[in-house]
């Protein structure tokens, strides 16, 4: 019986550390991104401003500038648009480029001036497998 | 052919079905012709799933561009090799794919057994058959692989083919990708077969250990699959998406390390359980959860429900995979409720010093990263239903829990194989743990001499260099006993020593994998990385290295066109080598691709990313990442399948001289 009690005390006390790094790093803001979509990061308004987000658009046919390392590009959903400007460190992927529509998740934060500093870019290719064969066909 | 391929899959549902209604008749019935001819219907959904295979082969082969499919994934230019694997590149091939490893694994089931677990075979049949049923309905009536390319126009459906395909997605046509997903579908469909045989014990209630023997090699090559196929799709993502890393707590990524983590804890209680007849229901937990999260990731990978880096499309499986898992869940928690009364333990535990209480902890502590890694996966869904905000959790998160729970593991690894059943005295802990105790201290203060002062990458190496001296002194100090007694030589006495209790010895093989890629993943904390624009004669530095821009080269090929930067890395004045970043387009999807050119020693990892041009393509913006220890993950895992499948051959029975006629070796520890 005491021993099952040890086992006991030394499995909450692994339980409760482990919750204690879940919880810690939920507070951490850096681990934290809020999913939006570009319109409503406009609807967030300032609030916007104060949090780690990943926005998901379409990218802008050819909105991208490239000057030197630096990037800017445009991405957008029904009316509203977003501008981008990339400071992160990995290339970028392959197929984010100003000839193919591409479905874009920026993660960054939103800079005062209202343009969207972007650490991470993804980019899903969705036109190639929704392309429409039709006009292919023989 | 894409008839016929049809007609094979349509009647593929309609068998499944019989298959699976009859084994349960059979169980219920105990006649014996009952199982019999289910038996039959397994091999016969074996044979229709396997010429429907060979029948979209021969579609992709052939470029049949009538068909969505071969349009969607290959075109005419790419090579013969990539169009035959093309069958599991996309969404519906896959499928297809997966209802054949599971009528493949029925067929072996039912054949191993024909003449062994007579009550609970047909069970075993009715549970694997169950999911078969789930899939061909999926492959049949959701994603049809054969389905051809047509158009509405208003009255009618007209079919039509096109000039080319689309072609095989750039990303997919590596070497790592094309195995990476067949390896992974075995490890998930494996865990169907400890499942079944699990669900079979629980239903008739044959709860010994028969079911845990008889699923022992299924249950390792479930697990040796899904080890093997997370670390190529790490590889994969390491080589093809050119960011530098190999994993990125992706929820796709993570779908695949969920099941793998139960089964991992289920290999080690399961000892328990043979040894001690602890843990019966947890076991039991262990195999049904294992399954139940193969099958959620295959929902996850699917379903879109998590928006991953992964481009599958929505594919409108999610409601399918929903009931399905929700029905398992509810059967298989109601039957283990059911049964609750026979699965107490035969013993209690006596000290907390002790072999078992050293794999409850292990259990507990991938119970935790399984609890963990899930709750990061799901945040997103669990946080949208409350607060309205989709809010996702980074790498951070997942490394801050993981790596204390990893560390954690790591050290358990050496420890828990030298603690005694029942109880362990502090004496033998002190005269097993003294020395490699002693020498990771050592180790610890040569690091810090280095300059090494991270906390985490100190704990890591020290409890690395700990695990492996403890399992070496396992191997040295059987082997100069076994020496002794016999006069074979020591490396002969640590061979016949490890064939005699393979199993024991293929774990201690495995831990040792478990350790140097440990040591890899802690490389990680040393990564430095540059990025320069270059043209012709530019240099740059990234430590001790510097890398020159000696031309930019362009080539066309039948299925693509290049741009490769010649890029030579020298350090002090000596040139190393040439590395060869490469930048493709691939005309028929239309797509960029990168290749990555790598640098790699066993001391790190110089990897070059060509991530863009200028305009006039005279200047190209190269990306260079130095990643120590990254082989080793590599090669671990190499030790690790070569571990698995050493656990997995028959023990050797030999008898040894002075005992004369020495008891037979018993299989397990």
């Known amino acids: ?138 | 052919m894409a008839d016929l391929g049809n007609i094979l899959l349509l009647f593929l549902f309609p068998v499944s079905v019989f298959t699976m209604l009859i084994a349960l008749a059979a169980g219920v019935t105990k006649r014996r012709g009952l199982f019999e001819a289910a038996r039959r219907g397994a091999y016969a959904a074996f044979g229709l799933a396997t010429f429907a295979v060979l029948a979209l082969e021969y579609l992709l082969v052939t470029s049949d561009f009538s068909i969505e499919y071969v349009a969607s994934n290959t075109n005419y230019a790419l090579p013969m090799f990539y169009k035959i694997v093309a069958l599991w590149a996309g969404h519906n091939g896959s499928l297809l794919l997966w209802t054949w490893i599971i009528t493949v694994f029925i067929a072996i089931v039912a054949y191993q057994n024909r003449h062994k677990n007579n009550d609970l075979m047909p069970y075993v049949l009715f549970v694997m058959a169950s999911t078969m049923v789930f899939f061909s309905i999926l492959s049949v009536f959701v994603s049809n692989p054969f389905d051809t390319l047509y158009q509405d126009l208003g009255n009618q459906l007209q079919e039509f083919t096109v000039r080319d395909g689309r072609g095989l997605n750039p990303l997919l046509q590596h070497p790592a990708m094309i195995i990476h997903p067949p390896i992974l579908f075995i490890g998930y469909v494996g865990s169907v077969v400890p499942f079944a045989f699990a669900i079979a014990a629980l239903i008739t209630g044959k709860l010994d250990a028969g079911w845990i023997h008889s699923t022992r090699r299924w249950a390792l090559t479930a697990w040796g699959f899904l080890a093997a196929g997370i670390v190529l799709g790490g590889k994969w993502a390491y080589v093809e998406l050119g960011w530098g890393g190999y994993w990125s707590w992706d929820p796709v990524e993570n779908a695949s390390l969920l099941p793998w983590l139960t089964a991992t804890a289920y290999l080690h209680s399961v000892m328990i359980q043979e040894r001690k007849g602890m843990l019966k229901i947890w076991n039991m937990t262990l195999v049904i959860a294992t399954y139940l999260l193969s099958i959620f990731g295959t929902f996850l990978t699917r379903s879109g429900i998590v928006s991953s880096v992964h481009a599958f499309s929505n594919s409108g499986l999610g409601p399918a995979f929903a009931v399905f898992l929700t029905i398992s869940t509810l059967l298989s928690i109601s039957l283990l409720l059911y049964r609750r009364k026979d699965l107490k333990p035969d013993e209690e535990m006596q000290s907390l010093i002790s072999r078992e209480s050293g794999f409850l902890f292990n259990n507990l502590l991938f119970l935790l990263a399984t609890i963990a890694v899930l709750w990061g996966t799901l945040f997103p869904v669990i946080s949208e239903i409350f607060t309205g905000d989709q809010i996702t959790v980074g790498p951070p998160w997942f490394n801050n829990i993981m790596i204390p729970i990893g560390l954690a593991l790591l050290l358990l690894t050496g420890v828990g194989p030298l603690l005694a059943w029942r109880h362990t005295s502090v004496e033998t802990l002190k005269r097993s743990f003294g020395w490699p105790i002693l020498g990771s201290f050592t180790l610890v203060l040569i690091l810090i001499g280095f300059g090494i002062h991270d906390g985490w990458s100190l704990g890591s190496f020290a409890i690395a260099f700990f695990v492996m001296w403890t399992i070496v002194i396992e191997f040295v100090k059987g082997a100069r006993i076994r020496s002794r007694n016999t006069d074979e030589n020591i490396f002969v006495a640590i061979y016949l020593l490890s064939r005699k209790n393979t199993r024991r010895y293929g774990g201690y093989i495995i831990h040792a994998a478990m350790v140097i890629m440990f040591v890899g993943f802690t490389g990680t904390a040393f990564n430095s990385e540059t990025r320069a624009e270059v043209g012709e004669g530019d240099f740059f530095e990234l430590g001790p290295y510097t890398f020159t821009a000696n031309h930019i080269h362009h080539a066309e090929t039948e299925n693509y066109s290049s741009e490769t930067l010649e890029l030579e890395m020298s350090r002090n004045n000596q040139v190393i080598t040439l590395l060869l970043p490469e930048k493709r387009y691939y005309y028929a999807s239309e797509q960029p691709s990168t290749e990555v050119d790598i640098y790699s020693t066993l001391r790190e990892d110089i990897y070059t990313v060509l991530s863009g041009m200028s305009n006039d393509g005279e200047r190209v913006i190269v990306q260079v990442y130095r990643n120590p220890f990254v082989k080793l993950i590599w090669i671990g895992s190499f030790i690790m399948v070569f571990g698995t499948l050493f656990a997995m051959i028959p023990n050797l029975r030999i008898l040894t001289k002075k005992a004369g006629t020495a008891p037979l070796s018993k299989g397990g520890e």
Do not use: W
């Open chain 1, 1 to 138: 019986m005491n021993n099952k009690i040890k086992f006991i005390v030394g499995s909450a006390v692994i339980i409760a550390a482990v919750i204690v790094l879940a919880v810690q790093g939920m507070q951490e803001d850096s681990t934290m991104s809020y999913s939006k979509s570009v319109s409503e990061v406009q609807l967030m308004g300032s609030r916007a401003r104060s949090l780690s987000l990943k926005v998901n658009g379409s990218l802008k046919k050819g909105s991208i500038i490239r000057n030197n390392l630096d990037l800017d590009f445009v991405i957008t959903e029904g009316n509203s648009e977003l501008l981008i400007h990339y400071i992160g460190k990995d290339p970028i992927p392959d197929t984010f480029n100003n000839e193919m529509d591409a479905e874009v998740v920026v993660s960054g934060r939103l800079a005062e001036d209202g343009v969207f500093n972007a650490e991470r870019i993804q980019a899903k290719c969705a036109s190639k497998y929704e392309a429409d064969y039709s006009s292919a066909a023989i």
